[in-house]
Nanobody, 114 residues
Framework: VQLVESGGGSVQAGGSLRLSCAAP????????LGWYRQAPGKQRELVAT???????YYADSVKGRFTCSRDNAENTGYLQMNSLKPGDTAVYYC?????????WGAGTQVTVSS
């Protein structure tokens, strides 16, 4: 089982992108969705999470600029990224961790130019 991300791309600083993460319903609806990113030469870091009931968490570096949402009927999560900075350049991954397994997408590249 793999999650499927989409929506990455290249934008200028100050621009916006919206990432999507589609998952099978049996693992999506009742579990927390996480968004991570990994920049070249750096470790993967947690960006944001959204619980099955909509409670969100954001890393300090993206607070106020990124917004998590989810559509449980469509088994899809979203990460709206506004006011993007060159430091946001990374491969972005979505993740769902259940008691049975830990699911990842293949990642989508986000590049922000100054």
């Amino acid at each position: 089982v793999q999650l499927v991300e989409s929506g990455g791309g290249s934008v200028q600083a100050g621009g916006s992108l919206r990432l999507s993460c589609a998952a099978p319903g049996n693992i999506f609806r009742f579990n927390k969705l996480g968004w991570y990113r990994q920049a070249p030469g750096k470790q993967r870091e947690l960006v944001a999470t959204i619980s099955s009931t909509g409670t969100t968490y954001y890393a300090d570096s993206v607070k106020g600029r990124f917004t998590c949402s989810r559509d449980n009927a469509e088994n899809t999560g979203y990460l709206q990224m506004n006011s993007l900075k060159p430091g946001d350049t990374a491969v972005y991954y979505c993740n769902i961790a259940t008691i049975i397994d830990n699911y990842w997408g293949a990642g989508t590249q986000v590049t922000v130019s100054s």
